[in-house]
Structures are given as C-alpha cells and as structure tokens.
C-alpha cells in the first residue's frame, strides 16, 4: 500500500490551498435548497408528522456527499488530460489498490467537508438532529461509494467532455430521484422498484432515520457496504485501463 | 551488464504502428541519445519503458530486470522527464517533491534532505515555496528534471528536456545533464535537436517511422561518411558530396569555380549523417 499516502496526502494539499474558496462553493447549493425547497415552498409542508425542512436536510447531506465523492473524478480528469499528473503516479512503484485508496478517501474528504458546511448553515437555520455514529457512517459509506465510482468513470472516459455526460446522466438525475427531497413512497409503485434500486435511495434512508435518531437501518447500510466493495473493484481494476 | 536493454520492442495502435520491433541496449553510466524527427516512436519507447504505455510486443529490461513482468521493481531504478511539464502548478515546488518522494517510498528526512540539494544544484533553493505555477518555463523544466532525480534513479529517461527553450537556458540544461551523467546515472535522452545529441551523447541512435536506423558513437556516426561535405546549390536544390580529407573536397569544389553553382566546404555533421542514414531531415 505504498504510495497511498502520497496520493491522499496530493489531494489534502489541493484542497487546502483552495479553502476559502472551496468551502463557499460548498456552500451554494445547500443554502439555495434550502431557501427555495425548505424556507420557501415548504414552509408548511409536513413530511411523515415532521416539518419538511427536516425531511429535506438529511436528503441534502446524503445528495452532497454523493456528488462531492463523485466530484473526485473531476481532480482526476484534470490531473489526466491536461496536468498530466496522473502520468507521474503510473511511473511511480505503487499498486492500483494504493491509487484507488488515495483518491476515493479524498472523496471521502471532501464529501465530509461539504456535509459540515450544510450542517452549520442548517444549525444557523434552528434544526437540530442526532448526529451519531450511525449518521456519520452513512455519510462517509454513501460518499466512498461514489468516490470510487468516480475514480472508476475517470479512469475509463477519453476526455473530459465525456465525463459531464456521466455527471449529467447519472448523478443529477440520481440527486433529484434518490430519496432526496420527496418520500418515494409517493411515487407509484414501478417508479418505486426502480428508485429503490439507486445506490442514493439506501444512502438517504440510512442518513435520515440516524438523523431522526431511529437508529441504524441495517438493510440500507448491508447494500450500501455491498456497493462500496463492489465499486472498490470496478475502480481497482478500471485504473490499467487508463494506460494507452 | 547492460543498464537498459530493449529487444524488439512494438507497438500498435489500430493500423497505426508506432514502433516496428525497435532493439538497443545502453552501456551503465552512458548518455544514449534517440534521434528522430516528431513522430518517429522515441517519445512511445520512453513510455514503454516508463509503464506508461502498454507495449504490442517486445521485452525490456533495466540491470536485467524484467520492466514488464516485475514493473514496480523496475519503476524503482528509473526517473522519468516528461516531455510536458507534469507538475501541480496548484502547489509549492517542495510538495511537489515531498509528494514524488512518498510514491517512491522515500522518508520525509530522507525528501526533505534530498529536496535542498537537489534545490542547490538546480540553482532553485530560494524558489522552494514558491507555487509552480509563478514559476517560469525553465525554471519548471529544472522542478521536473531535479524531481526525477528525488530518488535516486539508476537510469533516467529525458524526453524532449529542452523543447520550446530559449538557447541560453538550453545550454544551462545541457550543462545539469552532463553533471547529472558524471554522478553516475545511465541516461536515455530523446531529442529532435541534432546539436543537443551531438554535445551530450555518449551514442546516438537515428530512429525514423518506428524503425531503428543506426546506432553508433556520434564520431562514428559522422565518419561513416567522411570528414569534410561540399554543399553544392544548384537550381534543383542542395546536393552534398562527402570526402575523407579537406584536400579532396577542395579539389573537387574547385571543378565548379566556373560555373553558376555556390559551393560550401565544411566538417561534416551529424545532421549528415542522419539525412544520410534515415533519407530525411530532423
């Protein structure tokens, strides 16, 4: 596993230069969720007896640390096609496994950087949940997922314009329709088969009921453990692929 | 023992073949020059050879290490000079060492030691926490070359080191190479500048169209054909004749004193010899 470190430690150094600006463009979307979808349309909705504000918030963390772990395959795109720094890491002695770990826990990184910053504007906003190690498990399994699903599409995509396809096909549609800011349950019911197959759907169903304080749901954290390994392997093995 | 042997090595891309069964070996120590115009395959065995690329066909080996079957023990003995500048312009010039240290297995005493000589010998010591992206263009073709040379590498690949340079800081670069040589590191430089092959190989050799031309001394190479050329320009174009001695290619410019033609003496070149060799100009 040499050379893990120095992949991560890569893309803790980036982040770090880019702060500030980071984390208010961490910031954007949640807040504008917020006032458009929490303060604003759903000011007196009410979702399963609870206000829809808290039915949303726990949808956005589960959405942001989906699209901040996917976000990973954008540093790889750059690093790949036009800093050519990905060139260095394939002449470096390190395994694939030491690549894949490095960047999907920098996904992991920077999905929990923008899941705080939600969490501190919603704290501003008066909602509080239980932020137990249930919550936190969620958050960081649903984030892994994605992050080596992101390493995985870059690895595999020619260029960089192909990958906003992945983004545009996958991901915003997965955002909208996974649980997030509507109970699936209302769907009719052959939508429903196929939203609940959504890796985002398990993700939101863990993240809300450990933010309700209900506890860990076990079926949702079983897929999405499953998935994390299954998307650990198509990353591990999509990174010769890259190779010309 | 030979420090690089490559043995019929290919590569396909499609229809396209990028190298047509290319074999040489290198001497430890030596600064071995491939020379060839854009396209001709050097840029594609560096890659080979680097694991960059995956070859079609042919074996490699570094101190008689498998690069293909045993890459990561391979990887360990080579550095490698991009021919585009593969730094994090984002970051300093010693997190872009500290972090090629750690892929290569190195301590942090050990990089941050290493990384102020190498600082020294580059003449970049004070430009150490400076972001890469303020730096100019020579002064991140050093980063990259002192960067490879982090860890110790037995053999270091330069691809194209000076291209886009100005002379002067080419010629600065030519001088860190040959310091780099006399440390004892086997090079493997690829060039399309004929005077850059000539002032530091040890051997050079033409490479054209996937195909290994010619390999030799540059001496050698210059006197397959003789010591001295007589240029003549004619309506047609330029032809060259070449001869063993300066008395012979006076004597035979001297037969067109009377006509329209200019006729040029001068030593012969390597530039000649591969125009000579591979039928085509760099």
């Known amino acids: ?77 750059v690093a790949r096609f036009y800093l050519k720094v990905f060139e260095e890491f394939q002449a470096a002695p390190i395994s694939n496994a030491a690549y894949v770990l490095g960047e999907t826990l920098s996904g992991v990184t920077r999905a929990l950087l923008s899941v705080s910053v939600i969490l501190l504007i919603t704290s501003l906003a008066g909602v509080s949940f239980s932020f137990g190690p ?14 080596a699903l992101g390493v995985t599409s870059a690895m595999i995509i020619k260029s960089h314009a192909d990958q906003a396809l992945v983004t545009n096909f996958i991901i915003t549609p997965m955002a909208f329709l996974g ?10 019911p052959l939508v429903q088969i196929i939203l609940k197959a959504l890796p985002l759907t398990h993700a939101t169903r863990l993240i809300r009921q450990a933010a309700y304080g209900e506890g860990l749901r076990w079926e949702s954290l079983f897929i999405l453990v499953l998935l994390a390994l299954a998307s650990l392997f198509l990353a591990y093995h999509s990174v010769d692929r890259a190779r010309d | 023992m030979d420090a690089v042997r490559v043995e019929n090595l290919t590569k396909r891309y499609g229809r396209l073949e990028a190298l047509r069964g290319i074999s040489f070996r290198i001497a430890p120590g030596s600064l071995f020059a491939l020379l060839g115009p854009n396209g001709a395959g050097k840029t594609t065995t560096i890659r080979i050879l680097c694991g960059l690329t995956r070859p079609t066909s042919g074996r490699a080996f570094f101190y008689e290490v498998d690069v293909f079957a045993s890459p990561v023990k391979a990887k360990k ?29 190195l301590s942090r005493k050990e990089i941050a030691r290493r990384s102020q000589e190498l ?43 000076t291209v886009g340079l100005d002379p002067h800081i080419r010629r600065k670069l030519w001088g860190l190479i040959k310091m780099i040589q006399q440390q004892g590191t086997t ?96």
């Open chain 1, 1 to 77: 596993m040499k050379g893990f470190w120095a992949i991560y430690l890569r893309e803790i150094l980036i982040i770090w230069h880019r702060l500030p600006r980071m984390l208010l463009s961490f910031s954007v979307s949640p807040t504008l969720y917020l006032v458009a979808f929490g303060f604003g349309l759903g000011k007196h909705l009410q979702v399963g007896g609870r206000p829809y504000l808290e039915f949303l918030i726990p949808g956005l963390v589960a959405a942001s640390s989906m699209t901040q772990g996917f976000g990973i395959n954008v540093e790889i795109n």
């Open chain 1, 134 to 147: 249930a919550f936190w498990l969620g958050v960081i399994l649903n984030a892994f997922v994605f992050a």
């Open chain 1, 179 to 188: 649980g997030t800011f509507f109970p699936i349950e209302n769907m009719p």
């Open chain 2, 77 to 105: 003995m080579a550095g490698l000079v991009p021919q585009t500048i593969n730094l994090d312009m984002e970051l300093t010039v010693a997190e872009n060492l500290l972090i090629h240290g750690l892929l290569f297995g």
């Open chain 2, 119 to 161: 600082l020294r010998f580059a003449d970049l010591l004070e430009r150490k926490n400076h972001r890469v992206r303020t730096l100019s263009g020579g002064m991140r073709r050093r980063v990259l070359i002192i960067r490879a040379l982090l860890h110790r590498p037995r053999i270091l690949f330069l691809d194209e080191p």
């Open chain 2, 187 to 282: 090079i493997l430089l690829t060039t399309h500048y004929i005077e850059e092959a000539e002032f530091l190989a040890d051997r050079v050799a033409f490479i054209d169209e996937g195909r290994l031309i010619i390999e030799d001394t540059p001496g050698a190479l210059i006197g397959r054909l003789g010591e001295f050329a007589v240029d003549i320009v004619r309506e047609k174009g330029l032809e060259t004749k070449y001869f063993r001695s300066r008395k012979e290619a006076e004597s035979f410019a001297l037969t067109f004193t009377k006509r329209a033609e200019t006729v040029t003496i001068r030593r012969v070149s390597l530039e000649d010899a591969f125009v000579h060799f591979t039928g085509r100009k760099v």
